[in-house]
Antibody
Framework: EVQLVESGGGLVQPGGSLRLSCAAS????????MSWVRQAPGKGLEWVANIKQDGSEKYYVDSVKGRFTISRDNAKNSLYLQMNSLRAEDTAVYYC??????????????WGQGTLVTVSS | EIVMTQSPATLSVSPGERATLSCRASQSVSSNLAWYQQKPGQAPRLLIY???TRATGIPARFSGSGSGTEFTLTISSLQSEDFAVYYCQQYNNWPSGTFGQGTKVEIK
């Protein structure tokens, strides 16, 4: 069974930093693109970042470029999101999600339960 | 950037009735369109990919159609567990994955 479990969320002041983690199990982690998707309170879904299987390619939504860094450790089956210079508008539930392959290429076929990040003074 | 627009924002439907949700892309996304269901306090769940293919374990009452810029998700006979928010997502414009703003299906 595919499982994605996020951790690391919490309350942080504007301008602060936070590192999110996602522990993956039940599939060959190193074979999949992985993503972070966020959802502000009461709002819709927003793709944040992607990382290729070997970490050689990374992509970000414009609003987080230069502030957030996605990374992975395939030996630990783990995905990370380093968030710096946090702003109030970064307040959201952050989901770790697997990008599908084959017919499911481009979809987010499995999701974690999410971790809440609150940016407030 | 491809903008995805869903309508209506809220759909009030009685159990057992049909629900029809729409999603429009600002430019063609071919058939690279997925639908997700999200219940309160839960993560989204993939329902449909390739515009019309049900994901594993998704009941046959869910169906998707369309291509290019116009897409539809139909729930043929709403069950109590189907009341939720539904999002469309395009993945034609890799590596992003733009979502629509969602349609809430509520009990009438």
């Amino acid at each position: 069974e595919v499982q994605l479990v996020e951790s690391g969320g919490g309350l942080v002041q504007p301008g602060g930093s936070l590192r999110l983690s996602c522990a993956a199990s039940g599939f060959t982690f190193s074979s999949y693109w992985m993503s972070w998707v966020r959802q502000a309170p009461g709002k819709g879904l927003e793709w944040v970042a992607n990382i290729k299987q070997d970490g050689s390619e990374k992509y970000y939504v414009d609003s987080v470029k230069g502030r957030f860094t996605i990374s992975r450790d395939n030996a630990k089956n783990s995905l990370y999101l380093q968030m710096n210079s946090l702003r109030a508008e970064d307040t959201a539930v952050y989901y770790c999600a697997r990008r599908g392959d084959g017919e499911l290429w481009g979809t987010f076929d499995y999701w974690g339960q999410g971790t809440l990040v609150t940016v407030s003074s | 950037e491809i903008v995805m627009t869903q309508s209506p924002a809220t759909l009030s439907v009685s159990p057992g009735e049909r629900a029809t949700l729409s999603c429009r892309a600002s430019q063609s996304v071919s058939s690279n369109l997925a639908w997700y269901q999200q219940k309160p306090g839960q993560a989204p769940r993939l329902l449909i990919y390739g515009a019309s293919t049900r994901a594993t374990g998704i009941p046959a009452r869910f169906s998707g159609s369309g291509s290019g810029t116009e897409f539809t998700l139909t729930i043929s006979s709403l069950q109590s567990e189907d009341f939720a928010v539904y999002y469309c997502q395009q993945y034609n414009n890799w590596p992003s994955g733009t979502f629509g703003q969602g349609t809430k299906v509520e009990i009438k």
